[in-house]
């Protein structure tokens, strides 16, 4: 069975929740790069360094899996790759 294409719209929405998929991993490792001084407000704050790995590690997969379709148009895979690099140095 072939795949169907996505629509625009569906490629908007992927887009969108791979920046958001991003902003966590950005984040967590801010959150985490703050030690001591992360405060309850901070995205992840309650979390054991384990649990921050493991939170970037499935969004870093989503995001590698997402960013390697080949039918994206002009969006900017910018912000997406550098949340990848960051979470790869990160998880280690």
């Known amino acids: ?10 490629k908007a929405q992927n887009y969108a929740a791979m920046l958001d998929g991003a902003n966590v991993i950005t984040s967590v490792i801010a959150t985490h790069n703050k030690g001591s001084d992360a405060t309850n407000e901070d995205f992840a704050s309650g979390m054991t360094h ?25 969006e900017d895979m910018t912000a997406v790759n550098s949340a990848i690099s960051a979470g790869e140095t990160f998880v280690g």
Request: charged letters at 35%; proline letters at 0%; a negative charge.
């Open 1 to 10: 069975m072939a795949e169907e294409a996505r629509t625009t719209e569906l």
């Open 50 to 74: 384990d649990e921050k790995k493991a939170r970037v590690n499935r969004s870093m997969g989503y995001l590698k899996v997402m960013v390697a379709l080949d039918d994206w148009g002009s």
